[in-house]
């Protein structure tokens, strides 16, 4: 009898231990479920690249420079989705077709930055920034805020949209 309590025993004790080994190494938002029905939690790395890539996006944006506008539009549709390459060259285009100073250079500062949400392939960076604009008539400073939206696509965190907010 006693032999049979202790097999079961060691039974329980082997699939607690192996629940608690699964569980612990693939955490969820739901810690205390036997399964592992939750969503999963963001580690803080991708946290922090999310942030870092809605950030330098917001730079980039900000430095415009009438000198390589080629560079300029390389260098910010490295971080755009597809979907969003095709709004930022056509409303780039409108914007040229206009006339750019050719002496226009924009510089930017990132005054902060939070992550809003985010879960395995979307996330939402709230980012406050400066823009400085030199151009033959003067320049100019504007305090922005926007929502930049994110999506993982092939493994990489690229800019999917970006929303000016008050």
Same mark, same amino acid.
């Given at each position: 009898?006693?032999?049979?309590?202790l097999?079961?025993?060691?039974? &329980?004790?082997?699939?607690?231990?192996g629940v *608690? *080994?699964?569980?612990?190494?693939h955490?969820?938002?739901?810690? @205390?479920? *036997?399964?592992?029905?939750?969503q999963?939690?963001?580690?803080?790395?991708?946290?922090?690249? &999310?942030?870092?890539?809605?950030?330098? @996006?917001?730079?980039?944006?900000?430095?415009?420079?009438?000198? =390589?506008?080629?560079?300029?539009?390389?260098?910010?549709?490295? *971080?755009?989705?597809?979907?969003?390459?095709?709004? @930022?060259?056509?409303?780039?285009?409108? @914007?040229?077709?206009?006339g750019? =100073?050719k002496?226009?250079?924009?510089?930017g500062?990132?005054l902060?930055?939070?992550?809003?949400?985010?879960?395995?392939?979307?996330?939402?960076?709230?980012?406050?920034?400066?823009s400085?604009?030199?151009?033959?008539?003067?320049?100019t400073?504007?305090?922005?805020?926007?929502?930049?939206?994110?999506?993982?696509?092939?493994?990489?965190?690229? &800019?999917?949209d970006?929303?000016?907010?008050?």
């Amino acid at each position: 009898m006693v032999a049979l309590a202790l097999v079961v025993l060691t039974v &329980v004790s082997v699939a607690v231990a192996g629940v *608690l *080994l699964y569980r612990s190494s693939h955490l969820t938002d739901q810690p @205390f479920s *036997l399964s592992n029905s939750g969503q999963a939690i963001t580690p803080d790395s991708a946290r922090h690249q &999310v942030v870092a890539i809605a950030e330098q @996006f917001c730079l980039r944006m900000d430095a415009v420079d009438a000198s =390589d506008i080629d560079g300029y539009k390389k260098r910010v549709s490295e *971080l755009l989705t597809t979907k969003q390459k095709a709004k @930022f060259a056509s409303e780039f285009e409108q @914007f040229q077709k206009i006339g750019l =100073d050719k002496d226009l250079k924009g510089t930017g500062t990132i005054l902060a930055s939070g992550l809003s949400d985010i879960d395995q392939d979307s996330a939402t960076v709230l980012v406050a920034h400066d823009s400085t604009v030199k151009a033959s008539t003067g320049t100019t400073e504007r305090h922005y805020r926007w929502t930049v939206a994110l999506r993982k696509v092939h493994g990489a965190w690229l &800019v999917d949209d970006f929303t000016p907010v008050s």
